[in-house]
């Protein structure tokens, strides 16, 4: 099976073409106003025509009302929404019907019961996306580049189609392709030199790390 790759909060052309020259599956642009890796909706819609037929552009949003969602499907056109706020399974299935593009829904892990809150979610969001939750005084409910004890996942079925995501980087992500087995990683801090800047070469030492550690997995099987 491939792993899917989604470098997320992307800002510039350049990181956008790192991202493609490695090989994402998935580019994300943050929508959410107090984030350093907030664009927007003109902005992305110009950085996801470079990766049309290369990979699939994210629309990540937190407890978006319909008319933002409606500006940022109209203008970005992207091919999946990322919820990543406190959205319920009824405005999931809401938003889906609403644009008919697939959904993400993100949820912030920090022991078992928070693993347990997926439930109501199956056969509703299409995908889900694993991150830690974020530390006592953050803004941010996503991009704090903190991981979580991935062993939490070991006992999906594998039904459960998710990305894991929260803290990867080059010198963890063979630690977390050998603890479980995600159909997708994503990263934003880790391929950053400060908030919001993504360095392209530390996009190019991710996706040596990702091959790497499967190459290794695949040795080892
Ligand atoms: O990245 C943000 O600033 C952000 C803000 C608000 C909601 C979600 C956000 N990021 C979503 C992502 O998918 C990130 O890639 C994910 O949280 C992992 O981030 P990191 O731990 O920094 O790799």
Redesign the pocket.
């Given at each position: 099976m491939t792993l899917d790759i989604?470098i997320?909060?992307l800002k510039t052309p350049e990181a956008v073409d790192a991202a493609l020259a490695g090989g994402a599956s998935h580019i994300?642009f943050?929508f959410?106003e107090k984030?350093?890796?907030n664009i927007g909706a003109e902005a992305a819609a110009e950085l996801r025509k470079r990766a049309l037929g290369k990979a699939q552009a994210v629309a990540?949003s937190?407890d978006a009302t319909d008319d933002v969602l409606d500006a940022i499907v109209e203008t970005m056109k992207p091919d999946m929404l990322?919820l990543?706020g406190k959205e319920s399974p009824e405005r999931v299935r809401a938003v889906k019907a609403r644009y008919g593009l697939s959904v993400m829904k993100?949820f912030s892990i920090r022991d078992a019961a928070d693993i347990a809150g997926i439930e109501p979610y199956r056969g509703v969001a299409d995908r889900f996306?694993f991150?830690?939750k974020p530390p006592k005084g953050s803004e941010?409910?996503?991009?704090?580049?903190?991981a979580f004890d991935w062993r939490l996942l070991s006992g999906l079925d594998d039904k459960v189609d998710y990305m894991l995501?929260?803290?990867?980087n080059a010198a963890n992500i063979g630690a977390a392709l050998s603890a479980v087995s995600p159909r997708g990683i994503?990263?934003?801090?880790?391929v950053e030199s400060a908030p919001g800047e993504k360095n392209p070469d530390l996009i190019r030492e991710f996706f040596s790390a990702v091959r790497a550690a499967l190459a290794n997995d695949a040795a080892l099987t």
């Open positions: 989604k997320c909060g994300g943050i959410f984030s350093p890796r990540v937190v990322q990543h993100a996306l991150d830690a941010l409910p996503g991009g704090n580049g903190i995501s929260g803290g990867l994503d990263i934003s801090s880790g």
